[in-house]
């Protein structure tokens, strides 16, 4: 598949309807700065999952969170 490009001056131009296009057809459009690709236009995909992955293993759990420490519990001793 090849990659559509569009220079800043007719995106600039023609803004409005290449966004559409972008939408209806879920092709990226590279926008180009005298034959550079600068900046790439891509349809917005939210997937739920992804939203979360991040998060993933960095949530401790606490069977008693108001359970008194011990001294041996602290990681810094005196």
Known sequence: MTMVTVSKSRFKAHA???????????????I???GKPVLKLVPYEQEPS?????????????????????EDDWEAGA
């Open 50 to 70: 992804a939203l979360l992955a991040s998060f993933r293993g960095c949530v401790t759990r606490y069977e008693d969170p108001t359970a008194p420490v011990g």
């Open 16 to 30: 409005l309807e290449l966004f559409r296009e972008v939408e209806r057809t879920g092709q990226p459009l590279v």
């Open 32 to 34: 180009t700065d005298r």
